[in-house]
């Protein structure tokens, strides 16, 4: 479980990448693996999809699979974020179970068991941290936007997804290191991180480091 901190990055390190724009979706696995968002929470997953995520109308329609703690979620105008929820969103995927998640489809009653409701303890509007999952196509429409805001990950996650990329980044990114610029390959083996098992990830778009 992660604790609120007051400053958006926390006590963690800020690791923060300006890459070349084709490289930004490189980093889209990352989304698929689970990262931590500093948002605002007790509000709806519609409001969040709107207001934190900057999803369009059209993009929210291709959301047709939302996972909110473990259970898929018909209505996103009362489905509530709470600190330290986790989301998965999905835009449509092929089979039976992707017809079964489908929220408000033909096939939703299969699973009304597990289907989410709001439990009934109040929840107040304020800022914490919500796991957020992102597949298929919906990386490309909401990933730029959410790397740009910044995410928090475990340290040996990132650490996996740079191992062998080493030669793609070098050549086509500058990266800063709470603030410091670093050559990408300090990274290798934890050594520019130190002990820190978690790192506050940005991802932005700019011209390609020489």
């Known amino acids: 479980m992660i604790d609120k901190h007051s400053a958006e990055t926390g006590p963690y390190p800020h690791l923060a990448f300006v890459v070349a724009r084709p490289l930004v ?8 693996q689970g990262v931590m968002l500093r948002s605002r929470v007790g509000c709806s997953v519609e ?9 369009s109308p059209g993009t929210i329609e291709k959301i047709q699979s939302i996972v909110l703690d473990g259970k898929p979620v018909d209505d996103i ?12 969103l999905s835009a449509a995927m092929p089979g039976l179970v992707g017809a079964t998640l489908r929220r ?15 439990p009934g303890t109040a929840c107040m ?9 992102i597949f298929n196509l919906l990386m490309a429409e909401l990933g730029p936007d959410l790397l740009r805001k910044g995410v928090l990950l475990r340290s040996a996650d990132l650490l996996g997804f740079l191992a062998g990329r ?3 980044f070098q050549q086509g990114c500058s990266v800063t ?6 050559d990408v390959g300090m990274l290798d083996g934890n050594a520019g991180l130190g002990k820190a098992d ?3 990830l940005s991802v932005s778009s700019g011209p390609a480091a020489a």
């Open 166 to 168: 080493a030669r793609e």
């Open 177 to 182: 290191l709470n603030s410091r610029s670093i």
């Open 47 to 55: 409001a969040f999809l709107r207001q934190e995520l900057k999803a």
């Open 125 to 133: 509007p304020g800022e914490g941290w919500v796991r957020i999952k």
């Open 77 to 88: 105008g009362t489905a509530v974020l709470h600190n330290g929820s986790a989301l998965a």
């Open 198 to 200: 978690q790192v506050f």
């Open 25 to 32: 979706s490189s980093f889209f696995l990352l989304l698929q």
């Open 104 to 118: 408000g489809g033909a096939y939703s009653s299969f699973r009304s068991a597990i289907t989410y409701h709001e």
